[in-house]
């Protein structure tokens, strides 16, 4: 209790004390915590984000060259001020940094989020096969691994009879036209022949081939509808534009995600206005057979540790074949259509999270998206047929410089069958039996204040008589306090229906169906105390009630982090430190945290307890960078977690994490 008690005087001792300094600040980024938190719980939409992040930082989109769809799928960068970008293109010739501030919705959080992600090179051409020859231009290496200094349960009484280090290598390689990689990763737990390997070999701009992938990758068309990958469309971010998927057509897959993914060859062909993107797939799938071998459940995972999880690899092999057709109208429209064909070659008695009882799945879908200088209209539909037709609709609206609204309705058929598909809504991409609108707003009150809200209500796949269904509204105020003082403060609520259990007086278990409210509180602070080492400081509380047991309980997380980031040095690091309360597994509180570049780490905390790790990197030569991260979370009082898959031996659980970054 000391140490909560101290740390709350902390807090609120630095906002005040340093509120007064003058210095420039280094802006935080609330949109990307925003999108870690609700991506997937099994860590594949956590591992995408990240993964799609990095390549835009390795391969910035050159905004003097780069086409509007190019434009629209640099991350944090909404269509209006794309089409802006081209508006000043077009007026100066060439823009530099600077000029981005011409821009009227290019504030100092928006510049910080979307300048990573750009390059400002000369020159309006697009490269070509003469361009360049075929010479390397950047080769980079990532090594990776990580382990529990204090093991799991599993690991002492045998049952995972892999190593406990988990391990992860990539390397890529790039010249003006080609490119290629391969990715090897293994978890910790499995052996290295349960491992996950990925690769591919690409070919970009050359002729009327835009791009060309043999080997492992993604495809992303429309809202999600037909074919996405797990980043293009999910809940998170922006609360204006988060319903809007964007994405590149095809995208190398060199990520963890096991599951989400294609394995063949992809080509984009196109021939003004129009252009055409055709794949055919064959890769092996794991999933759960009965005693007849059929496919009762796929297993996305990819954890292959213990003899049950390893039975489900590669259990079934998939084959897709699919084409999509696009139309440009203009620069900034386009309508297309798209279609797709999936085999399995074993029987599928599949109930859940839909019901597929043949082994072929076809499809065909719709899309279309007009975007004009402060008005965006988009949707898709798509269907096995007619009786299975989904869709969703929305616009996003630029009501003045300092107003946006957003909206967006969708109707996903109970009986529409697509596993490549993933499309916005409340069932971690799933397009299946979900009803649902959605409302966003960001309003810029000042220079300084933006304030955001959203609402999102939803119906879902019905319990026998009961409806699941449920709301969640947020509201975040985001402000500039001085030149080196950033505060933010948010509170979210969601309820949705549960299926329970209650004991009656006579001690019968007896099925209930109940609204589960769940409330967040999170105040944030981070003040810049020089021109290289920034304080954060965090405070959150939760809440959770039922509305028929009448159930309650409630969580606590505060932290303070100290960064240092030396602009001429060849070291940098972050330090943080955690205290957490919370009374159940079910009030349990989330913090992302910093991680080796490329990592993340969001773990669950639950009981009481504290927390703390250091981050650390040092560049030891101008192209070689090691880094490590430790962390320790400590429990004075635990609680039972809702699994006991990553159980430790006795209250202190640590894990040590190195990773070498080569680029040439």
């Not at 810049?528 to 997380?557: D, F, P």
Request: aromatic share 10%.
């Amino acid at each position: 209790m000391r140490r909560i008690l101290f740390c709350t005087v902390l807090w609120f001792f630095n906002t005040t004390l340093y509120s007064q300094d003058s210095s420039n600040v280094r802006e935080t980024s609330p949109e990307l915590e925003s999108m870690m938190e609700n991506a997937t719980d099994d860590g594949t939409g956590k591992s995408a984000t990240l993964d799609e992040l990095e390549t835009f930082k390795l391969n910035p989109v050159n905004v003097n060259a780069a086409s509007f769809q190019e434009l629209i799928s640099v991350p944090y960068l909404s269509e209006h001020a794309a089409i802006r970008i081209l508006f000043l293109r077009d007026s100066l010739g060439n823009i530099s940094p600077a000029d981005m501030r011409l821009i009227p919705m290019m504030d100092d959080q928006t510049l910080f989020l979307i300048m990573p992600y750009i390059s400002f090179s000369s020159g309006r051409t697009r490269r070509n096969s003469s361009e360049g020859g075929d010479s390397i231009a950047a080769i980079s290496f990532r090594a990776r691994g990580n382990v529990d200094v204090h093991p799991q349960k599993k690991f002492i009484n045998g049952e995972y009879s892999g190593s406990p280090v988990a391990q992860y290598d990539r390397m890529e390689l790039r010249t003006p036209r080609w490119s290629g990689g391969i990715l090897l990763d293994k978890d910790a737990g499995e052996s290295w022949k349960e491992g996950f390997v990925s690769g591919y070999v690409g070919l970009d701009n050359d002729g009327i081939v835009r791009k060309f992938v043999a080997g492992s990758f993604t495809i992303n068309s429309g809202e999600g509808m037909m074919f996405s990958s797990s980043r293009s469309s999910s809940k998170g971010g922006s609360a204006v534009n988060q319903i809007k998927a964007t994405g590149r057509a095809i995208v190398p897959h060199l990520a963890t995600d096991e599951y989400h993914y294609f394995q063949g060859a992809a080509a984009t062909m196109e021939v003004y206005p129009a252009s055409v993107t055709i794949f055919l797939s064959r890769k092996p799938v794991a999933a759960t057979l009965d005693s007849a071998g059929s496919i009762t459940g796929f297993y996305s995972s990819g954890l292959f540790r213990s003899q049950s999880e390893i039975e489900k690899k590669d259990a079934a092999y998939e084959t897709a074949i699919g084409g999509i057709i696009d139309c440009h109208i203009g620069n900034t429209s386009t309508v297309g259509v798209s279609a797709m064909k999936t085999l399995y070659d074993k029987p599928v008695a599949l109930q859940s999270p839909y019901i597929l009882t043949r082994n072929e799945i076809s499809a065909i879908g719709a899309h279309a998206n007009f975007t004009f200088e402060s008005f965006t209209l988009f949707g898709e539909a798509a269907g096995n047929s007619f009786e299975t037709l989904s869709g969703l609709a929305g616009c996003i609206f630029e009501v003045s410089k300092r107003l946006s609204l957003s909206f967006q309705l969708r109707s996903y058929s109970v009986n529409y069958v697509d596993p490549h598909a993933y499309a916005y809504g409340e069932q971690d991409g799933l397009v299946n039996g979900e009803f649902g609108h959605y409302v966003g707003m960001e309003y810029r009150a000042t220079a300084r204040l933006k304030i955001s809200s959203s609402y999102d209500e939803y119906t879902l796949p019905s319990l026998g008589t009961f409806s699941k269904s449920g709301n969640e509204y947020l509201v975040r105020c985001e402000g500039t306090l001085t030149k080196s003082v950033n505060a933010s403060l948010q509170f979210k609520h969601s309820m949705r229906t549960e299926q329970n259990s209650l004991t009656d007086a006579e001690h019968f278990q007896a099925k209930i169906f109940e609204e589960r409210n769940q409330e967040n509180l999170r105040a944030s602070c981070s003040c810049e105390l020089n021109k290289w080492m920034e304080l954060t400081q965090r405070l959150e509380l939760t809440g959770i009630s039922y509305s028929v047991s009448h159930n309650s309980a409630a969580g606590m997380l505060m932290f303070t982090e100290l960064n240092v980031s030396p602009a001429r040095s060849w070291l940098y690091g972050t330090a943080r430190m955690i205290f957490f309360d919370t009374q159940s597994y079910d009030s349990r509180v989330y913090e992302y945290e910093s991680d080796v570049r490329g990592g993340y780490s969001f773990p669950p905390l639950y009981g009481r307890g504290s927390r703390w790790y250091i981050v650390a990197g040092s560049k030891i030569l101008r192209n070689v960078e090691l880094s490590c991260k430790y962390g320790e979370t400590f429990l004075v009082r635990s609680v039972v977690p809702a699994s006991g898959s990553s159980e430790t031996i006795g209250p202190l659980d640590n894990r040590i994490t190195f990773q070498l970054d080569i680029g040439l």
